[in-house]
């Protein structure tokens, strides 16, 4: 629809007075009384719009003869000035211009580029999406991305087109429409000036596309966020690389110039926190171009049928608030994100879909892989089988020499990306607000499993090789928040690729030095292609609709685990959606099953929820009897939040964990120390062969020092942990939230306290260490290996859980949760307390020397009791948790008098103590900081 406001009239009054339109008006008036034209008329025939029926009758008077000039002619006022701000004609804009006709049909006259909106499109919403085609190719700045996605319509004001992006956040669902319109305002994307008249048949106008070459997807804030340079757009250096359009779709492709004029120079002195480097997968770091695909997409004539959540159950959303009802507290409406799909015949028990779940993937797999891509995708087809539907889901093969782009909105799609510090897949999609209904979805898998996940996690993310450390941090673009719109963000970010390298890493090396497994064999390709399987159907879950669920490996018993009949039949995990480890055996076990090929319990449950078809008369209570199946053991289910590691919410259900295995996480954190000890000792045992990648070696250490840093990280949740379960009010009668059971806290604890704390853990032989050699053609090449760094990370992330303020308060409340008769026996924040101190401060005791590990241990655990006893009050510490460690501390103190007064320890050692003594007495002696 048209807007004219009252403001643009007079503004376009105020142009007409201007001086400049008075001196145009009176030298297009000179030029008409030479040449005998009208002012506004067509230069030439052929630039001359055809008449239509209503302006019939002015061309023919005008054709009469002209009457004798008199004095009444003389007397006849001028006509008005042509307004110079008009548009020209249509077609005089589109001469020579090539089109491409579609819902926003596309003229192109060399770098122009014009969209045509036509007059009934204007005011009817449609979607509006942007994805990343060519990216950086560093620091989550990386191709094949998805972006933003938001519901948006054209609007005309006066000469003014806007594309607006509608606020589906808050909606009226039951009234009360125009005070929510008028509460909670839209978002102006993009605008610029109308290039065109109106067409005389079609009533559309041209619009420039160039509107669309600035900074419309906010990358510059990202990339001050990633490198602390302000980098802005180049408008003149950007262009249109790419067009496409067709009766629901039109898209353009713009090859975006971002540059900064200089690059900062270092500081001199070195800052508290190390700045980012600049752009190191650029050839200028003060350059870079990335290519966004806008997509212009028609909605769905009738919206689908939206079927709410339940939290039972996790599904991705489409979340809004529903102010135009006050009958519930709650104006939250959650609806299931999830794909239209129609049986073909709705009569039939098992029928084809209308419309499959179409992927295509892409001509950038390498076709070695593509079988392993293509069995994660069709997978799915046996979940969609049990609800009646038949080849559900379709994999199609993009041809090697299409010139089409799946990264429209037009193809769902899995994309296979390089980068130089990439390791993930993320599955994440664009749906229809008004229903839920996923409209397309591009999974973004890297080269990871391609280039070997040793060499990915040691060379190109891992800085830490010299430091024995292992960075798997987020992607930059979860932390950023930058998939704007509907639910991206966390729910679309999955690093499961990443982090799956990793542990394909860890098993190969164990696998590779038992003997049972040969680098670059058949059956380390078949390892691989399984592993690949094995993430695409992930990340396919998540297209779909599913997010993750990390109890879902804990629905299967550690002795079916070792059971290979029971593996092959039903997997090891409940289902694909979590983060599931390698199922290594122990030493002296027989091998099984190592990792998930195929759909669990949870998959089947979770799609029935989402797509079984259902009259919508029986749909409330066919999806209840469906969630209330949620008590059943291998339906289990918990999500990233239960999890933890997002915010300051660290988790506290030991049963919702990334990478564990079997029903024990417990029991399985203990044997993954014990294949570390295993693959050390085989590694030590091994002798080089010359020829062989200089780092191989080194890389086996660090695995097995990622695998106890996740340990150590998990294992901390059992102690103060609680239970979770998702029950509804009023449906099972069961407890919402239990205190793990005392005697598996202790297990933990002591777990930590004998294991982990211990140095025994960390043995490497000196002549071992000394051969680790590096890779001399590198610059950044490091040094010898620094096993304490290696240990101080495996030990503070359990030491940090321990004595967190979450630990602390949920210790403390833990007797509110079980009856008073019941109470005796529970582990107590003081137990804690005293345990850390005997065990971390043993030598004390038993008046043994300290070695170094244990001093950096000791050191650190100092270092968090002075945080603990000076500054009361701040985030997380309480006035229980306080008093306690400073009794502890009190005891500590007098423990280090007594162990100085006895002697007879090396230098190192005495120097250690009394450098302890000395901070404690101090940290005792300060006043406390009150906040």
Same mark, same amino acid.
């Not at 001399?776 to 303020?805: F, I, K, M, T």
């Given at each position: 629809?048209?807007?004219?406001?009252?403001?643009?009239?007079?503004?376009?009054?105020?142009?007409?007075?201007?001086?400049?339109?008075?001196?145009?008006?009176?030298?297009?008036?000179?030029?008409?009384?030479?040449?005998?034209?009208?002012?506004?008329?067509?230069?030439?025939?052929?630039?001359?719009?055809?008449?239509?029926?209503?302006?019939?009758?002015?061309?023919?008077?005008?054709? !009469?003869?002209?009457?004798?000039?008199?004095?009444?002619?003389?007397?006849?006022?001028?006509?008005?000035?042509? =307004?110079?701000?008009?548009?020209?004609?249509?077609?005089?804009?589109?001469?020579?211009?090539?089109?491409?006709?579609?819902?926003?049909?596309?003229?192109?006259?060399?770098?122009?580029?014009?969209?045509?909106?036509?007059?009934?499109?204007?005011?009817?919403?449609?979607?509006?999406?942007?994805?990343?085609?060519?990216?950086?190719?560093?620091?989550?700045?990386?191709?094949?991305?998805?972006?933003?996605?938001?519901?948006?319509?054209?609007?005309?004001?006066?000469?003014?087109?806007?594309?607006?992006?509608?606020?589906?956040?808050?909606?009226?669902?039951?009234?009360?429409?125009?005070?929510?319109?008028?509460?909670?305002?839209?978002?102006?994307?993009?605008?610029?000036?109308?290039?065109?008249?109106?067409?005389?048949?079609?009533?559309?106008?041209?619009?420039?596309?160039?509107?669309?070459?600035? =900074?419309?997807?906010?990358?510059?804030?990202?990339?001050?966020?990633?490198?602390?340079?302000?980098?802005?757009?180049?408008?003149?250096?950007? &262009?249109?690389?790419?067009?496409?359009?067709?009766?629901?779709?039109?898209?353009?492709?713009?090859?975006?110039?971002?540059?900064?004029?200089?690059?900062?120079?270092?500081?001199?002195?070195?800052?508290?926190?190390?700045?980012?480097?600049?752009?190191?997968?650029?050839?200028?770091?003060?350059?870079?171009?990335?290519?966004?695909?806008?997509?212009?997409?028609?909605?769905?004539?009738?919206?689908?049928?939206?079927?709410?959540?339940?939290?039972?159950?996790?599904?991705?959303?489409?979340?809004?608030?529903?102010?135009?009802?006050?009958? *519930?507290?709650?104006?939250?409406?959650?609806?299931?994100?999830?794909?239209?799909?129609?049986?073909?015949?709705?009569?039939?028990?098992?029928?084809?879909?209308?419309?499959?779940?179409? &992927?295509?993937?892409?001509?950038?797999?390498?076709?070695?892989?593509?079988?392993?891509?293509?069995?994660?995708?069709?997978?799915?087809?046996?979940?969609?089988?049990?609800?009646?539907?038949?080849?559900?889901?379709?994999?199609?093969?993009?041809?090697?020499?299409?010139?089409?782009?799946?990264?429209?909105?037009?193809?769902?799609?899995?994309?296979?990306?390089?980068?130089?510090?990439?390791?993930?897949?993320?599955?994440?999609?664009?749906?229809?607000?008004?229903?839920?209904?996923?409209?397309?979805?591009?999974?973004?898998?890297?080269?990871?499993?391609?280039?070997?996940?040793?060499?990915?996690?040691?060379?190109?993310?891992?800085?830490?090789?010299?430091?024995?450390?292992?960075?798997?941090?987020?992607?930059?673009?979860?932390?950023?928040?930058?998939?704007?719109?509907?639910?991206?963000?966390?729910?679309?970010?999955?690093?499961?690729?990443?982090?799956?390298?990793?542990?394909?890493?860890?098993?190969?090396?164990?696998?590779?030095?038992?003997?049972?497994?040969?680098?670059?064999?058949?059956?380390?390709?078949?390892?691989?292609?399984?592993?690949?399987?094995?993430?695409?159907?992930?990340?396919?879950?998540?297209?779909?609709?599913?997010?993750?669920?990390?109890?879902?490996?804990?629905?299967?018993?550690?002795?079916?685990? !070792? =059971?290979?009949?029971?593996?092959?039949?039903?997997?090891?995990?409940?289902?694909?959606?979590?983060?599931?480890? &390698?199922?290594?055996?122990?030493?002296?076990?027989?091998?099984?099953?190592?990792?998930?090929?195929?759909?669990?319990?949870?998959?089947?449950?979770?799609?029935?929820?989402?797509? *079984?078809?259902?009259?919508?008369?029986?749909?409330?209570?066919?999806?209840? !009897?469906?969630?209330?199946?949620?008590?059943?053991?291998?339906?289990?289910?918990?999500?990233?939040?239960?999890?933890?590691?997002?915010?300051?919410?660290?988790?506290?259900?030991?049963? $919702?964990?990334?990478?564990?295995?079997?029903?024990?996480?417990?029991?399985? /954190?203990?044997?993954?120390?014990?294949?570390?000890?295993?693959?050390?000792?085989?590694?030590?045992?091994?002798?080089?062969?010359?020829?062989?990648?200089?780092?191989?070696?080194?890389?086996?250490?660090?695995?097995?020092?990622?695998?106890?840093?996740?340990?150590?990280?998990?294992?901390?949740?059992?102690?103060?942990?609680?239970?979770?379960?998702?029950?509804?009010?009023?449906?099972?009668?069961?407890?919402?939230?239990?205190?793990?059971?005392?005697?598996?806290?202790?297990?933990?604890?002591?777990?930590?306290?004998?294991?982990?704390?211990?140095?025994?853990?960390?043995?490497?032989?000196?002549?071992?260490?000394?051969?680790?050699?590096?890779? /001399?053609?590198?610059?950044?090449?490091?040094?010898?290996?620094?096993?304490?760094?290696?240990?101080?990370?495996?030990?503070?992330?359990?030491?940090?859980?321990?004595?967190?303020?979450?630990?602390?308060?949920?210790?403390?409340?833990?007797?509110? /949760?079980?009856?008073?008769?019941?109470? *005796?026996?529970?582990?107590?924040?003081?137990?804690?307390?005293?345990?850390?101190?005997?065990?971390?401060?043993?030598?004390?005791?038993?008046?043994?020397?300290? =070695?170094?590990?244990?001093?950096?241990?000791?050191?650190?655990?100092?270092?968090?009791?002075?945080?603990?006893?000076?500054?009361?009050?701040?985030?997380?510490?309480?006035?229980?948790?306080?008093?306690?460690?400073?009794?502890?501390?009190?005891?500590?103190?007098?423990?280090?008098?007594?162990?100085?007064? !006895?002697?007879?320890?090396?230098?190192?050692?005495?120097?250690?103590? $009394?450098?302890?003594?000395?901070?404690?007495?101090?940290?005792?002696?300060?006043?406390?900081?009150?906040?």
């Amino acid at each position: 629809m048209n807007v004219f406001s009252s403001d643009a009239k007079s503004a376009g009054a105020r142009r007409l007075l201007s001086l400049s339109a008075v001196a145009a008006a009176v030298t297009l008036l000179s030029a008409c009384a030479a040449t005998g034209t009208a002012p506004g008329a067509a230069a030439s025939p052929s630039a001359a719009p055809a008449a239509t029926p209503a302006a019939a009758p002015a061309a023919n008077a005008a054709a !009469k003869p002209a009457a004798p000039a008199g004095p009444a002619a003389a007397a006849a006022a001028p006509r008005p000035p042509a =307004d110079p701000t008009a548009p020209k004609p249509f077609a005089d804009i589109i001469k020579e211009a090539k089109s491409q006709d579609g819902l926003f049909p596309i003229w192109r006259k060399d770098e122009k580029v014009w969209l045509e909106i036509p007059k009934d499109k204007i005011g009817k919403p449609f979607m509006f999406t942007v994805n990343v085609a060519n990216g950086v190719g560093e620091r989550g700045l990386y191709a094949s991305q998805m972006g933003m996605d938001q519901l948006v319509e054209w609007r005309r004001i006066g000469n003014q087109i806007q594309l607006v992006a509608l606020n589906t956040a808050f909606r009226a669902e039951g009234g009360a429409k125009l005070a929510v319109e008028q509460a909670f305002s839209p978002s102006l994307l993009a605008a610029g000036p109308v290039a065109s008249a109106e067409h005389p048949e079609r009533k559309s106008v041209l619009i420039d596309a160039s509107m669309f070459l600035g =900074d419309l997807p906010g990358l510059s804030t990202r990339l001050e966020m990633v490198y602390r340079i302000p980098f802005g757009p180049d408008r003149a250096n950007s &262009y249109f690389e790419a067009a496409r359009a067709d009766a629901k779709l039109s898209t353009l492709t713009a090859r975006m110039h971002y540059a900064t004029p200089r690059i900062p120079a270092p500081p001199l002195v070195a800052p508290p926190v190390p700045l980012p480097t600049p752009p190191q997968a650029t050839p200028d770091p003060r350059s870079m171009f990335v290519s966004f695909v806008y997509s212009f997409a028609a909605l769905p004539e009738q919206a689908m049928s939206p079927r709410l959540t339940d939290p039972r159950l996790g599904h991705f959303m489409e979340t809004f608030t529903d102010l135009g009802k006050d009958a *519930k507290p709650n104006p939250r409406v959650h609806y299931v994100k999830r794909w239209r799909l129609e049986k073909a015949d709705p009569a039939a028990a098992l029928s084809e879909p209308m419309q499959p779940i179409t &992927y295509w993937m892409d001509k950038n797999i390498p076709p070695k892989y593509r079988p392993a891509v293509e069995a994660g995708i069709v997978e799915w087809n046996k979940a969609f089988e049990k609800i009646g539907f038949k080849n559900a889901v379709v994999a199609k093969q993009q041809p090697d020499d299409a010139d089409w782009d799946n990264m429209d909105a037009g193809h769902a799609s899995v994309r296979w990306f390089v980068g130089a510090d990439v390791g993930f897949a993320i599955g994440p999609s664009h749906a229809d607000p008004r229903s839920g209904e996923i409209l397309d979805a591009d999974i973004g898998m890297s080269d990871i499993f391609v280039r070997g996940g040793r060499a990915f996690i040691s060379e190109d993310v891992g800085p830490g090789m010299s430091a024995g450390l292992q960075q798997t941090p987020l992607s930059l673009a979860a932390r950023a928040g930058s998939h704007a719109g509907h639910g991206h963000g966390a729910e679309a970010y999955c690093n499961y690729a990443q982090e799956a390298a990793a542990e394909m890493d860890f098993a190969l090396d164990v696998l590779e030095a038992r003997g049972e497994i040969a680098p670059d064999s058949p059956e380390a390709d078949a390892f691989i292609f399984a592993r690949i399987k094995d993430v695409i159907m992930h990340e396919v879950g998540h297209t779909l609709g599913l997010k993750h669920n990390f109890k879902a490996s804990t629905t299967v018993s550690q002795a079916q685990l !070792k =059971d290979k009949a029971y593996t092959e039949a039903h997997g090891i995990s409940g289902s694909v959606m979590d983060y599931n480890a &390698y199922n290594i055996a122990a030493q002296g076990e027989a091998p099984t099953t190592l990792n998930n090929t195929q759909l669990g319990a949870y998959d089947y449950w979770a799609i029935e929820y989402a797509y *079984k078809p259902i009259t919508a008369g029986n749909e409330a209570a066919e999806l209840a !009897k469906i969630a209330a199946r949620s008590t059943e053991p291998a339906l289990a289910y918990a999500d990233d939040g239960d999890a933890g590691g997002f915010g300051p919410y660290d988790g506290m259900d030991p049963l $919702a964990n990334r990478f564990d295995l079997g029903d024990d996480p417990l029991a399985y /954190y203990k044997k993954r120390l014990k294949l570390s000890k295993e693959l050390w000792a085989r590694v030590q045992d091994r002798k080089p062969e010359a020829g062989e990648d200089p780092l191989r070696q080194r890389r086996s250490i660090v695995s097995g020092f990622n695998q106890l840093f996740r340990s150590a990280e998990l294992v901390g949740k059992y102690v103060g942990g609680m239970h979770a379960l998702r029950d509804l009010p009023g449906s099972t009668g069961r407890a919402s939230f239990k205190p793990v059971e005392p005697a598996k806290q202790r297990e933990a604890l002591q777990f930590l306290a004998a294991g982990l704390f211990s140095a025994d853990s960390f043995k490497f032989r000196p002549e071992f260490l000394s051969t680790l050699t590096i890779d /001399y053609n590198e610059w950044d090449r490091g040094g010898p290996l620094n096993v304490p760094a290696a240990v101080a990370r495996v030990q503070l992330v359990a030491l940090d859980r321990l004595l967190s303020g979450n630990t602390a308060m949920r210790l403390l409340d833990l007797p509110s /949760y079980v009856p008073e008769q019941q109470r *005796k026996g529970l582990i107590s924040l003081n137990e804690v307390y005293a345990t850390l101190n005997a065990s971390i401060w043993s030598e004390l005791k038993n008046g043994s020397e300290i =070695d170094r590990l244990r001093r950096n241990l000791q050191r650190e655990h100092l270092k968090r009791l002075q945080s603990v006893l000076t500054k009361s009050g701040g985030p997380g510490v309480l006035a229980d948790a306080y008093s306690l460690a400073r009794l502890h501390a009190v005891q500590l103190q007098a423990d280090l008098k007594n162990a100085l007064a !006895k002697g007879g320890h090396s230098v190192e050692t005495r120097a250690h103590l $009394a450098e302890s003594l000395d901070t404690l007495s101090t940290v005792l002696r300060a006043n406390m900081q009150r906040v």
